[in-house]
């Protein structure tokens, strides 16, 4: 459950006249999502999400509400953060900083088929194309840098076998050159449950708050780890290629990047191991949140460094 | 019928990699609108309205195109523009000024009940105060000087009756002080088949291709004359008073504006009856769209000069 902050509707319905969005007709909290609360908010006018940001600090917001705004200009399925009467996007309730966001319709789908599979690829596709001509930056958070810290702050828990795992991978790692590929703002986190499905059409794609600039094919390789691996954590050869033949057709992908992608794989195996190890060994105190098993990521590591499918191309 | 100018698929196709939105599924014409080319655009990634700007001049385009954009990140269902991936939002297509928008969802309704004119009342409050914080300014293009032009232009072609009626009111209206009336940006053109209803909320209000800086009264009364009238032309008091108190909760309105509500009923009535009278009596030539009765607010006019219910308030 991750409603952290409790919201007096009175509170609620004042806060919303700094907005044009009419006024408050009911609101609950949603039980998704790990580090902010979130409300399903219907006004007279329409219906919303409100995040309260429980742990991301204030000065970071701007660069993930504005990506979300422009990749909503760009037409993709993305909550666009909304404007109050100041043109704000960012506010503060109950303490917090606080955003309201457009609710968009759909419900994620944990087993998708090729086809979706092949729009999913689209739709990063389009995200990184769109993100291309966003103006502010930060790095990945969770990137290289991140990677080294938060590996030495595990391996103390781990038993030998995967201390060795994780020492083999970060050596791996360390010789891999990524400055070749190409860059651009990342979802980095584009999860089955990340994606609503309307119909046969995405009708959103959520929670940007991991956003940041990286190898665009590790966002790639992130998302076929999830929607195209099969409960035993291999790659499921049908809905791989459907993915990635559609993301290739959108921005097909260089020949640098075919030569990287068995790394990337691994390094976006890596990437989740760590979080969830780290979230398992080490919890935030006071959180009482979903703790996703560690070991479903240390088995798609340990199956990735055995081979990967090859990328679409010449 | 309003497809003025037709637009090959493989055109369409090679103009969109222009914009992120993924790959052209389908397109066809809309037969609505009077003025532009429209048509639903569907891609690997959204759904689309495609409009081709046949009679407004492209530099007052972004005027609108930014309008729509601002009210749409304030939370209001208003159609956002897409930006292309040089993130500007007009392009060109088939030697036209083109842009796409985001296709909304709901069809209109043409017999609304006072709970559908309440939920308007408060949106069109919404679209105003909204407004209020929009940067770029243009007077309302069917303001008090084109009132004046076009009484000119068709007063040659009206039955002695309609010109003494024409004259009485452009007299009264001459004496009317609209400058101590709240002012902002005005959809200017908010008729039934303008908002899209989704079930019972509004899921699009479109067709802003009218808006400019006025009295907001004015866009009251524009509203008022389409949803809340008669058959005959009246005003039916239980819609009027269900639209009116609902947008007088989000905006209270002044005593300057209930001084002057008749009067803007008024003028407002004027306006569509002039626009018809010219549409009817000067057609533009080659245009091929359905011309309304100038009758119908002829007669509305007629009504409104014998007194019209009061505005909500103190």
């Given at each position: 459950m991750s409603v952290f902050t409790s919201v007096p509707a009175a509170t609620l319905a004042d806060w919303l006249r700094?907005?044009?969005?009419?006024?408050?007709v009911a609101f609950e909290g949603i039980s998704?999502?790990?580090?902010n609360s979130n409300f399903f908010v219907t006004t007279t006018l329409g219906r919303y999400v409100l995040t309260l940001f429980e742990a991301i600090p204030r000065a970071e917001l701007p660069f993930y509400l504005n990506l979300m705004a422009h990749l909503a200009r760009h037409g993709l399925p993305v909550p666009g953060p909304i404007a109050d009467?100041?043109?704000?996007?960012l506010g503060t309730l109950c303490d917090r900083p606080a955003a309201l966001v457009m609710r968009l319709s759909g419900r994620s789908d944990m087993n998708p088929g090729p086809d979706r599979c092949a729009r999913v690829g689209a739709m990063l596709a389009g995200l990184h194309l769109a993100g291309l001509s966003y103006g502010r930056r930060q790095d990945n958070p969770r990137g290289a840098a991140w990677r080294s810290a938060t590996a030495a702050r595990v391996r103390p828990f781990l038993p030998a076998d995967e201390q060795a795992l994780l020492d083999a991978e970060l050596a791996f790692q360390a010789e891999v050159d990524v400055s070749a590929l190409p860059q651009g703002v990342i979802h980095a986190d584009l999860f089955r449950d990340n994606v609503l499905w309307d119909g046969e059409h995405i009708g959103g794609v959520i929670d940007?708050?991991?956003a940041g600039r990286d190898a665009l094919l590790f966002d790639v390789a992130v998302t076929v780890n999830d929607w195209?691996?099969?409960?035993?954590?291999?790659?499921?050869p049908v809905r791989c290629e459907a993915l990635l033949g559609a993301y290739h057709a959108e921005r097909p992908f260089t020949a640098a990047e075919r030569a990287a992608w068995p790394a990337m794989l691994r390094a976006a195996a890596l990437r989740f191991w760590l979080s969830r190890a780290e979230d398992f060994h080490l919890p935030k105190s006071g959180e009482m949140v979903l703790v996703k098993p560690p070991a479903e990521y240390r088995d798609i590591l340990r199956l990735r460094g055995a081979g990967a499918p090859c990328l679409p191309g010449v």
């Amino acid at each position: 459950m991750s409603v952290f902050t409790s919201v007096p509707a009175a509170t609620l319905a004042d806060w919303l006249r700094h907005y044009a969005v009419g006024r408050l007709v009911a609101f609950e909290g949603i039980s998704a999502g790990v580090q902010n609360s979130n409300f399903f908010v219907t006004t007279t006018l329409g219906r919303y999400v409100l995040t309260l940001f429980e742990a991301i600090p204030r000065a970071e917001l701007p660069f993930y509400l504005n990506l979300m705004a422009h990749l909503a200009r760009h037409g993709l399925p993305v909550p666009g953060p909304i404007a109050d009467r100041d043109n704000e996007y960012l506010g503060t309730l109950c303490d917090r900083p606080a955003a309201l966001v457009m609710r968009l319709s759909g419900r994620s789908d944990m087993n998708p088929g090729p086809d979706r599979c092949a729009r999913v690829g689209a739709m990063l596709a389009g995200l990184h194309l769109a993100g291309l001509s966003y103006g502010r930056r930060q790095d990945n958070p969770r990137g290289a840098a991140w990677r080294s810290a938060t590996a030495a702050r595990v391996r103390p828990f781990l038993p030998a076998d995967e201390q060795a795992l994780l020492d083999a991978e970060l050596a791996f790692q360390a010789e891999v050159d990524v400055s070749a590929l190409p860059q651009g703002v990342i979802h980095a986190d584009l999860f089955r449950d990340n994606v609503l499905w309307d119909g046969e059409h995405i009708g959103g794609v959520i929670d940007f708050y991991f956003a940041g600039r990286d190898a665009l094919l590790f966002d790639v390789a992130v998302t076929v780890n999830d929607w195209c691996t099969t409960p035993a954590g291999e790659i499921d050869p049908v809905r791989c290629e459907a993915l990635l033949g559609a993301y290739h057709a959108e921005r097909p992908f260089t020949a640098a990047e075919r030569a990287a992608w068995p790394a990337m794989l691994r390094a976006a195996a890596l990437r989740f191991w760590l979080s969830r190890a780290e979230d398992f060994h080490l919890p935030k105190s006071g959180e009482m949140v979903l703790v996703k098993p560690p070991a479903e990521y240390r088995d798609i590591l340990r199956l990735r460094g055995a081979g990967a499918p090859c990328l679409p191309g010449v």
